[in-house]
């Protein structure tokens, strides 16, 4: 039964954000559900049926993708009648959807190893070469700015200044990305992380050498 219901799940998504050009396409929403997969087995902990499920479903409801954050959720909650699954474990799954979001870096207390463990795999598929990607692709469909030198990183932020304030993809390593790392739950994640963020490092160094006109 849990097999039908990933497999179902697993082509609700598909054909939801297949054509997503922000970096929260299918092949993001993949990698996060075989990420997180990996660390439960490694960690050895967590429910992994709820994991993947919530690793499948995560960007759903998110309200970068929908309307709104209530619209959002009714796709979901919409997604969850036309599947047998307990309520209990749909709670389960909503509840890590709810708390795993970054929202500007205001730490949220996650109350289930399965919630950290698919927050962890999402955050590593936000670093790296992969993260790198993803950062200018999202920015660009936002229309912001590759770089500009006279704004500055934002550092306190509400989630509407974070969502909506001015900012460039540069930037947003600043804001986000290179924090990561140090906000990660589990041994497993933090070891993964390791080379993404050297990677991040070495691209930045390279890039302002780049942009002032000073490589050698």
Do not use: C
């Not at 979901?76 to 959807?97: G, W």
């Not at 974070?162 to 900012?167: A, C, N, P």
């Amino acid at each position: 039964m849990n097999k039908q219901i990933i497999e179902q799940t697993a082509e609700y998504v598909r054909n939801e954000l297949g054509e997503d050009a922000t970096g929260h396409d299918w092949y993001h929403v993949d990698r996060v559900r075989r990420t997180a997969l990996h660390i439960n087995n490694k960690e050895q902990a967590g429910d992994p049926f709820i994991i993947e499920m919530a690793a499948l479903l995560h960007d759903i409801p998110d309200e970068k993708l929908n309307e709104s954050a209530v619209a959002g959720m009714k796709k979901l909650y919409l997604f969850f009648q036309t599947i047998d699954l307990p309520a209990a474990s749909q709670n389960a799954i909503i509840k890590i959807i709810e708390t795993i979001s970054y929202k500007g870096g205001r730490k949220t207390e996650l109350d289930s190893i399965e919630a950290k463990i698919v927050q962890d795999a999402d955050r590593l598929d936000a670093i790296g070469a992969i993260g790198i990607a993803r950062a200018f692709a999202y920015g660009g469909k936002k229309g912001q700015p590759i770089y500009d030198p006279t704004v500055n990183v934002r550092e306190e932020m509400s989630l509407e200044e974070y969502r909506k304030g001015k900012s460039t993809s540069i930037h947003h390593f600043y804001e986000k990305l290179l924090k990561l790392k140090d906000l990660l739950n589990t041994d497993t994640a933090k070891e993964m992380a390791e080379r993404r963020q050297e990677m991040m490092e070495v691209f930045l160094a390279q890039f302002y050498l780049e942009w002032d006109g000073q490589e050698e």
